[in-house]
């Protein structure tokens, strides 16, 4: 019994560093939030008066190409990456966290 127990709690252990995410770069604790907003219209208008000042928004995507190139300019400094598929800002790399702002 003790034997297959700590042949589990092992396996338990390696699956915790297994699965871990790993960040393309290092850096320091300090530093500013990359964060990507999904949705553009009003939801996300009245979030990101508190986010900008908080994070760097540096990727942001709606199905809207108005909405998007209105807030990029608002909010982001024109630098934010822009997506219509959700989809596509989910998959880059070094964004801490991701704000789905829709109704």
Known sequence: MLKAFS????????GCFTF???SEE???PNDRPRVGVVGNGGIARSHARGLERLADIVAIADVDKQHLEQYNAEYAAGKARQFS?????IDVPGIDAIFVCTP
Not at 7 to 14: I, Q
Not at 85 to 89: F, P
């Open 7 to 14: 042949g589990v709690a092992t396996g338990g252990v390696a």
């Open 85 to 89: 598929d959700y989809r596509d800002l």
């Open 26 to 28: 290092r850096r320091s």
């Open 20 to 22: 871990g995410v790993r």
